[in-house]
């Protein structure tokens, strides 16, 4: 299968549910858009809206990262910041380090760029093996690391300060970038954790993310911050993309200023809780040994099955039964965790999801 055919959505979709925030993201942007007047003739500036990024820095200072706004640059979303993160740093052949399992959307990239790739195990409670990544970093020339080091996907996992500290030191003594990608950083509902960029003394962090995950896939924004490539990536939005629809960032701008994202956001990480709680209880009453992970963040949890599953012929059984799940072949280049799944708590729990779950063990033989 290709990676691209990737999603996880169990049958009973909740399309027509809108929660209230969504409501008043709408309602903001709607507002927005009335009140524009000679706009639609202009190009935004290529950074962005200042309003937008002035009310994601206030964010980011939450989280122990004192961001200044012409540090920040607005994108189509965190697929176009780690594109253009890649493009600033990295020449044709040149070779990233990724972490296994990691998010497919890096790898389709670095395969569109000729990029040489090269796997660092990660735990599925720690993230990145910060110890593996030295070792890799002896034998190889690298150019740059990507990592999710708040609520990894597939597996949720978060890494502690001394990893994150340590990694920035292996930055800075092999002249590396390290490309952060952030987009799961604001789901968690026990701690929030601190951005890489709260310890990124020597300025080698680019840290992309996105409103993708915590508010909506369908908005198309997010944001890049390029540390010491910074100029040459705003360089490099300007002449891919010119500029950000501008109606748009302001709506949201005023969405996140009237404290609507921050509402919204409190109720958002509750329900994924009692989200991820349904789920676990539920793989709790499968008739076959599973490990799963349990993260405090994110939107799927990560599913270790016996040996003998292959996920993949998994995924063609259940396709066939309506039921789509991201099988762990598709989280790396070298065909590892064929045994596992990354199912996904995004979405409302119904029977519909929860009789699909319960069908996917009898498929397994
Ligand atoms: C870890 C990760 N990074 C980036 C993206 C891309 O996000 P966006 O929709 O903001 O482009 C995704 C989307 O699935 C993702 O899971």
Redesign the pocket.
């Known amino acids: 299968m290709s990676r691209s055919a990737a999603f996880d959505l169990l049958p009973g979709s909740d399309k027509n549910d809108v929660p209230a925030g969504i409501v008043q993201l709408n309602r903001s942007i709607s507002r927005a858009l009335r009140r524009q007047r000679g706009d639609f003739q202009y190009y935004d500036e290529p950074a962005g809206d200042p309003s937008l990024r002035q009310q994601i820095a206030l964010r980011a200072a939450k989280r122990g990262w004192q961001a200044e706004i012409d540090e920040l640059c607005i994108t189509s979303?965190?697929?176009?910041s780690?594109f253009l993160a890649l493009m600033a740093v990295c020449q044709q052949g040149d070779v990233v380090a990724v972490e296994a399992p990691g998010?497919y959307?890096?790898l389709q990239l670095l395969e569109q760029l000729g990029l040489q790739v090269v796997e660092i195990p990660a735990s599925a409670e720690t993230g990145l093996d910060v110890g593996a990544f030295e070792q890799t970093l002896q034998r190889w020339d690298i150019k740059a690391c990507v990592v999710?080091p708040s609520f990894?996907?597939p597996t949720g996992a978060s890494m502690p300060l001394h990893a994150r500290v340590h990694l920035i030191e292996l930055a800075e003594r092999h002249d590396l970038a390290i490309i952060e990608?952030d987009?799961?950083g604001e789901s968690g509902w026990l701690v929030v954790p601190d951005t890489l960029k709260a310890v990124d003394h020597p300025n080698r962090v680019i840290h992309c993310s996105?409103?993708?995950?915590v508010l909506s896939?369908d908005l198309?924004l997010?944001w890049i911050s390029g540390g010491r490539w910074h100029d040459d990536i705003v360089r490099l939005k300007l002449t891919s993309q010119l500029a950000s629809s501008r109606f748009i960032q302001r709506g949201v701008a005023d969405f996140f200023a009237d404290g609507g994202y921050a509402a919204y956001l409190r109720r958002y990480r509750q329900q994924l809780q009692r989200q991820r709680d349904q789920l676990l209880d539920l793989l709790g009453t499968w008739p076959v040994p599973i490990r799963a992970t349990s993260p405090a963040g994110g939107l799927a949890l990560w599913l270790e099955l016996p040996e003998h599953v292959d996920t993949i012929k998994l995924y063609n059984r259940a396709l066939e039964e309506g039921v789509v799940i991201t099988p762990g072949e598709l989280f790396s280049m070298s065909g590892k965790f064929s045994n596992c799944l990354r199912l996904s708590f995004a979405h409302p729990w119904t029977r519909a999801r929860a009789e699909a779950l319960m069908r996917l063990p009898g498929l397994m033989a």
């Open positions: 979303g965190c697929q176009q780690l998010f959307g890096v999710s990894a996907t990608d987009i799961y996105s409103l993708s995950k896939r198309r997010g």
